[in-house]
């Protein structure tokens, strides 16, 4: 910056028209730390030392008036009404040609002014004493002679008259208080009276003299501001012009990917360097996002809308993983049936699908306070409708509670040849048979499905309502290693038209990847590097289909596309002594169905025996003698509990007097006497035998 002359911003802007811009500026000194900022209409503007600043524009907005008398300012606007007037200067002029200098530029709209001479003056034999005053009329040019004003002269008594004064003549002359009236407008275009001061001509707001400067506002770009900055003309800067020196420098405009996106066609295929690269913790998982950092390079091929879609991995043991995938993917998927973990997930799933067919792939015991059926694996449903249903419970009528609920049709599968004909048509009366599933009911359910069709990506989304579960059967072979060939179960997600930059680096340039511009927050600057490819053999672009995304990509997805979703159903809440005293066995309909038939003796008599009672009941007093007849064999009862104590008496076996006992003996040896005991033993296994196998059955 040498040889050159610092001036404050508000006088250099001032010396301006844009007849003369763009002019370049360098900022060389101010108060500063670390730069000086300044807050203006919500916008911050910083310049620093040394900062370069290129002024593409000025626009007047409004005038800063100061009160010389105590250094006070004010702005007035540029529209402001009022009118003000020269004020006089107190320092005399040398020449006449001075003073008329100092008139506006259109000096002819502004006569007549008058002034005084504080000296004799004497030319053309004509003299004029000290301390008259003379009215300049017009100014006069003739060829080959000085120019003139023509003024006139009041004399004594009345007299006048006219004089022609060369401009070059020397005296002190002082201007005179005159009526004429200016507006902002008009001051402000002419530099003469922007050196005067005025005072209002409505002496009520201000008496004292007052100096006008205008303020523009000021429009300018500087090297990595995106927007064109707009600030005053008032900062309190100095700068010094350097345009000469920098008219080679390029100021870098920072753009984003979105802002790149309204670029023109023509811009692209270009070379952008990257500015701010992606942030730190980013939604992609993939080879490319590692080489964007900052001041490295890009090519930008050209901009597009891409049909995607997002892929889940199914849950497992590993983690689950993401994909963003293009709809130009070339492998071939096949349906997989998808599987619910509640009615409500099935409800959801039905309104997308009508007429969705699950089969059950586990048991579910009915609960009858709940509303809850019975479910068995292997049932297969077909959703109706979605309805409403009354709980049953034990209380009055106002207690009873009605939820939501899915209406299915129980579809059984037709059974084997050798089944009786009879339980055929049992069968088919139950067919139809229509059942209630409260939607906040749990299950296990698969859906049932006949297609084995194989899809290409862009028909599952043509022909079928998402979410849908799928499996890649045959791997696209552009790709070198296709991620989703050999996953077991893929959900597609969702859908969408993303518009997207396709790009590669400069060393591949035929290896292209797809930046979804709403996605990736990174900024870039157009370059005037030349492409990486002679001009007239552009590459064979070979664009990655697939591109891996983490959870955060995924959750953010859905909360764009289901903003407000509505959580499942609560049950509802229930009365807890209603609760405890409508328990009931929980049994599934076929277990049921088995009981009634299998009901037996054995069965009654298990109910019967109370081995595990604490309480026994009292033995049977014994049967009265009759004759020498052995008493009657009783069913042997469960054995004592050892924790009442001593053992009763044996009440099985008469007691007798000796003199009666040969005789008994003889009874006794006659039935067996001996042995009752074993045959009541094996009876009771062979009671038990089946009681087991009852238990078994349940």
């Not at 007299?159 to 005179?176: H, K, N, R, T, Y």
């Not at 730190?280 to 995607?308: D, G, Q």
């Amino acid at each position: 910056m040498a040889g050159t002359t610092a001036l404050p911003l508000e006088q250099f802007i001032a010396s301006l028209d844009n007849t003369c811009l763009p002019r370049i500026l360098q900022v060389c000194s101010g108060v500063y730390f670390q730069g000086s900022i300044y807050e203006i209409s919500g916008s911050e503007v910083c310049f620093s030392t040394g900062d370069l600043i290129k002024v593409i524009g000025i626009e007047l907005v409004s005038v800063c008036c100061e009160n010389i008398s105590n250094d006070e300012k004010f702005e007035l606007p540029i529209n402001h009404t009022g009118l003000f007037k020269v004020v006089p200067e107190t320092m005399p002029y040398n020449t006449i040609e001075e003073m008329i200098s100092l008139r506006p530029v259109g000096l002819e709209s502004c006569l007549p002014f008058t002034f005084t001479n504080h000296s004799k003056m004497t030319f053309d034999n004509f003299t004029l004493g000290a301390g008259r005053t003379l009215t300049v009329i017009s100014t006069e040019q003739h060829e080959g002679q000085e120019d003139q004003v023509r003024c006139h002269v009041k004399g004594q008594q009345g007299a006048s008259a006219e004089v022609c004064i060369p401009l070059s003549f020397q005296g002190e002359f002082s201007e005179c208080e005159n009526e004429e009236r200016f507006t902002l407008q008009e001051i402000m275009s002419s530099p003469c009276l922007r050196s005067r001061r005025f005072h209002f001509v409505n002496t009520t707001k201000c008496e004292q003299p007052l100096v006008l400067s205008p303020v523009y506002q000021v429009h300018a770009i500087m090297n990595l501001r995106k927007n064109i900055l707009k600030f005053p003309s008032s900062l309190e800067v100095d700068v010094v012009d350097v345009t000469e020196v920098c008219k080679d420098v390029n100021f870098v405009t920072p753009l984003s990917l979105t802002e790149v996106l309204s670029q023109p066609d023509e811009s692209f295929p270009s070379v952008v360097e990257i500015l701010e690269r992606p942030q730190t913790r980013s939604l992609f998982k993939c080879s490319w996002l590692p080489e964007l950092n900052r001041n490295s390079h890009l090519v930008f091929h050209k901009k597009k809308h891409t049909p995607m879609v997002l892929l889940s991995s199914s849950k497992s043991r590993k983690a689950q993983q993401y994909f963003l995938v293009s709809e130009q993917y070339g492998g071939r998927f096949r349906r997989r049936p998808r599987e619910f973990n509640s009615v409500y997930e099935v409800y959801v799933a039905s309104i997308q699908a009508p007429g969705l067919k699950v089969s059950v792939t586990r048991n579910c015991e009915d609960v009858e306070e709940e509303g809850l059926p019975s479910l068995s694996v292997g049932e297969q449903l077909q959703v109706v409708r979605c309805d409403r249903m009354e709980l049953p419970c034990t209380g009055s009528a106002a207690q009873k509670q009605s939820v939501e609920a899915l209406l299915c049709q129980r579809l059984q599968e037709p059974d084997d040849e050798d089944d009786d004909d009879e339980e055929e048509e049992v069968k088919q009366e139950n067919e139809k048979e229509e059942i209630f599933l409260p939607l906040y009911m749990p299950g296990h359910f698969v859906e049932v499905l006949s297609d084995n069709k194989k899809y290409k990506l862009r028909d599952l989304g043509k022909e079928f309502s998402l979410p849908l579960d799928v499996k890649v059967v045959s791997r696209d072979t552009e790709i070198k290693t296709d991620p989703l060939f050999g996953l077991a179960s893929l959900r597609i997600e969702g859908a969408m038209l993303e518009p997207t930059i396709q790009a590669s680096l400069p060393d591949s340039p035929d290896h292209c990847f797809e930046i979804p511009t709403q996605w990736i927050s990174m900024s870039v600057s157009f370059t005037k590097d030349p492409l990486p490819w002679p001009s007239d053999q552009p590459p064979k672009c070979h664009v990655d289909r697939v591109t891996e995304v983490t959870d955060t990509f995924f959750y953010e997805f859905h909360k764009q596309g289901n903003p407000e979703e509505a959580p499942p159903p609560r049950p509802p809440k229930g009365n807890l002594s209603s609760t405890k005293s409508c328990k009931k066995s929980k049994k599934s309909k076929a277990d049921k169905s088995k009981e009634r038939a299998d009901k037996s003796v054995p069965t009654k008599k298990i109910a019967d025996l109370t081995l595990n009672s604490k309480k026994r009941p009292p033995a049977p007093p014994p049967p009265p003698i009759l004759d020498d007849q052995p008493p009657p064999i009783v069913p042997r009862k469960h054995s004592v509990d050892v924790t009442k104590g001593k053992a009763l008496p044996n009440t099985y076996v008469q007691r007798e007097d000796p003199k009666k006992k040969a005789a008994l003996c003889d009874v006794a040896a006659d039935v067996d006497s001996d042995h009752d005991y074993e045959t009541v033993d094996e009876s009771l296994m062979a009671m038990m035998k089946t009681a087991q196998e009852n238990v078994q059955f349940f």
